[in-house]
């Protein structure tokens, strides 16, 4: 059984584009999938039909076997985290508050609550004593990346998804960054889907690479395969 | 300035009082006010189509003036009526639309992207609104509450008007002596209250905003509520100490609360009960609706009024008439009507003592003859009573240059001597009269009935307590015009306090 599955789904924005037509895509337990296309070619919409802030027109989209149609909206939430294009931390709540929010709607204890956010920042390799009581504000841009990768799989969810993650950072800290999302994959081995129009962060990070063009996938291969790859749209999105 | 500190010293107690009924208005009605305007603002805001019926309908009722605003709610049961309760009401409903208002702009404020990850971490309805969106609003509505709290402030000093108490009592106590340090001894505490109030939610909000730090906010809310519970205390220790068993009203002129307080320490000495006073009550209209909802169990009224303004039928002139006529309506409805008091009080046609002597005037008919050069000056009541203007200006064939001013009637005997205006209707035992030489005109056609002072009670209060009765009958007879003439004289002039004049005078009575 796949961890995602997204059999012959059609997606419609209300302003009447078509963004996803006739789509499938699967995807397994513990991969790492790049979803790579232009602006507007329907990454944010593939991830919000998983979590199910969208449904899909026609067509079905499979967690864990399960339509989300069928999943309980909160309880599908729950179990997949999500880390936003524009990370949206909560402003009101330090970093530690940040982390726990998940783990307090499920209701966690206290004592597990704290345990956890400790375990969290050692994960993304922030010093409990000196971030957990920061203010979002008070965070460099790559800090806050990571702390949105903690909140997102606080509550420990088999399934994380990533909107252009590190779209918004320098160089040097997006390649640092890439390589502790290694680190931390390695030791959760989470199913994660990424969306990105980078094709360099696609090959950084992916064990699996999508290409978007005209609401369909026109290649889905391993970053070699992808590499190899002789398709002039394929090819385009390198030079991009 | 020494009047004013001399005023204070001598009625600290009341001052207290009168202060901490302030306070508990504006802290009570602002309570109320959150707990409706915030849960309205939510709902608005969940619902843009609605929003702007609902912040429309609370800006009218902002508009409304206060004073308009007591008077649509004497009528209605439960929250109407004079008193406390219905100022409260009125309180709310203008600290309603700056709450509502900055609920609605702090939650549609909320960061669209913040918004999304509480939804996409599986949040429900109530849970974003409570972890996210509500926590972000707050400092917003903080304003929206200091905003509404000071002008609480403001809005309360009207409520005295409809005997709710607070620092509006000096206030109309000072408009209707014409005494501006009694004025600014309710006036000054007011503005400075408002300041205050200004000040410490300032503060809250400005700790809530920018030190997002939980500890310190926790601090802020725990000083407001700390300063939010001191007042209930404050406020609620003086409710209580100042509910009686009678409670007396008067309307807010001088010569009222003069006879209020007539009635109140007669109630005192004869029975030893205790007495509440609403004293500067807003008018007929107002003590006649508290009469009869039980809010005021008596208060003095004048028999050529309860006959036109109460009862609207014709005035007639014959006194002994009027009196039998007004007592048997005031029967059939449930109150009693009582000896009246030995003085009667009608309308007196005034011109400046200066203008009297150069142009001779001594009668209205003389007046008629010279009004087309004069302005006059007339309060609302006279204006609209139909034993009032309307019908003086027919039989007497009067003519002004311009419509009449419409103003405060204590107001109108400075605007007469002073000059803004040139004829006046003030009342017949007014003490400013001597003291602002003025010159009352002969009633030589008999137009105006006879207002002979009388104590009105509700039957059911006389049943229960027959030695109110026996009291306030005693009173019958007691009170000359020249004695009455004298005593608003010692208040409005010679800027005596009325308690202690009438202490003094019962001392002689008796």
Redesign the interface.
């Known amino acids: 059984m796949a961890a995602l599955e997204f059999r012959d789904v059609s997606f419609t924005r209300p302003g009447g584009t078509r963004v996803l037509e006739h789509f499938d895509l699967r995807v397994d337990d513990g991969e790492v999938v790049a979803l790579v296309g232009r602006s507007g070619a329907g990454k944010t919409t593939i991830l919000k039909l998983i ?1 199910r ?1 969208l449904e899909p027109d026609s067509g079905e989209v499979l967690v864990e076997g399960k339509s989300t149609r069928e999943w309980d ?6 179990r997949v985290g ?1 880390v ?9 709540m ?1 970093v530690s508050g940040n982390i726990a ?2 783990p307090r ?1 499920e209701r966690w204890t206290a004592s597990r609550v704290d345990a956890r956010v400790g375990e969290m920042l050692d994960l993304i390799g922030l010093d409990r004593g000196s971030f957990a009581a920061r ?1 979002p504000d008070q965070l460099s841009g790559g800090q806050r990346q990571r702390v949105g990768v903690a ?1 997102a799989l606080a509550a420990d969810p088999p399934v994380l998804l990533m909107d252009e993650p590190f779209g918004a950072l320098d160089p040097v800290t997006r390649v640092e960054l890439h390589a502790q999302f290694a680190r931390i994959q390695a030791r959760v081995r989470k199913t994660v889907v990424i969306v990105t129009h980078d094709m360099h962060e696609a090959f950084a990070m992916a064990t699996r690479i999508g290409v978007l063009d005209g609401g369909r996938l026109i290649a889905y291969d391993t970053p070699e395969s992808v590499r190899a790859s002789g398709d002039p749209r394929v090819r385009q999105l390198f030079n991009a | 300035m020494t009047r004013l500190f001399t005023f204070w010293a001598s009625h600290a107690a009341e001052f207290a009082g009168l202060l901490a009924q302030h306070v508990l208005l504006v802290v009570v009605s602002t309570l109320a006010a959150i707990l409706i305007g915030v849960p309205l603002g939510v709902f608005a805001s969940r619902r843009p189509r609605l929003s702007a019926p609902i912040v429309g309908i609370a800006n009218i009722v902002q508009t409304i003036p206060s004073l308009a605003m007591f008077g649509f709610l004497l009528p209605v049961p439960l929250i109407g009526g004079v008193g406390a309760r219905a100022a409260i009401v009125v309180l709310i409903l203008y600290g309603l639309l700056p709450i509502v208002r900055t609920t609605i702009a702090g939650i549609t404020g909320v960061d669209a992207t913040v918004r999304e990850a509480g939804i996409a971490m599986g949040m429900t309805q109530g849970e974003l609104l409570r972890i996210v969106e509500l926590p972000l609003a707050l400092p917003s509505i903080a304003a929206g509450v200091r905003v509404a709290a000071v002008v609480g402030v403001g809005s309360a000093t009207i409520a005295a008007a409809i005997g709710a108490g607070g620092l509006g009592e000096y206030i109309y106590r000072g408009l209707s002596m014409v005494d501006s340090s009694v004025i600014l001894a309710g006036a000054i505490p007011a503005a400075l209250l408002a300041l205050a109030v200004d000040g410490l939610l300032l503060w809250v909000e400005h700790q809530l905003s920018t030190r997002r730090r939980s500890a310190s906010r926790r601090t802020a809310l725990a000083a407001a509520a700390a300063v939010v519970a001191v007042a209930l205390v404050a406020g609620g220790t003086a409710a209580a100490r100042s509910r009686g068993a009678i409670v007396v009203g008067s309307k807010n002129f001088t010569e009222q609360v003069i006879l209020g307080e007539l009635v109140a320490q007669t109630i005192e000495r004869d029975t030893g009960m205790r007495v509440q006073r609403r004293l500067n009550l807003g008018g007929t209209l107002i003590c006649d609706r508290a009469l009869i909802t039980g809010d005021v169990d008596v208060y003095v009224e004048y028999t050529g009024t309860a006959l036109t303004a109460v009862f609207h039928e014709p005035a007639l002139t014959e006194s002994r008439a009027v009196f039998e006529h007004v007592r048997e309506q005031y029967a059939r409805t449930g109150r009693t009507l009582l000896p009246p008091l030995g003085f009667d009080n009608t309308f007196a046609i005034l011109v400046r003592g200066k203008d009297a002597r150069s142009l001779g005037l001594r009668t209205i008919d003389d007046a008629a003859r010279v009004a087309q050069r004069w302005r006059a000056g007339f309060g609302y009541e006279f204006l609209e009573r139909p034993d009032g203007y309307p019908g003086l200006a027919k039989a007497y064939g009067l003519r002004f240059a311009g419509e009449p001013h419409v103003m405060d009637l204590t107001l109108s005997y400075r605007a007469l001597s002073s000059g803004q205006v040139d004829l006046i209707a003030g009342d017949a035992t007014a003490g400013l009269i001597s003291a602002l030489d003025l010159v009352q005109l002969e009633d030589n056609r008999h137009y105006f009935p006879p207002y002979d002072a009388a104590p009105v009670a509700r039957a059911q209060t006389l049943l229960k307590y027959p030695q109110v009765r026996d009291a306030l009958e005693k009173l019958g007879g007691r009170v000359s015009a020249a004695e009455m003439r004298r005593m608003n004289y010692a208040v409005d002039a010679e800027h005596k306090d009325a308690a202690q004049i009438v202490r003094e005078f019962l001392a002689v009575v008796r």
């Open positions: 979590n802030l909206a909160l309880v599908l939430r729950r999500y936003l294009q524009d990370i949206g931390l909560f402003p009101h330090n929010v998940v709607l203010w909140r």
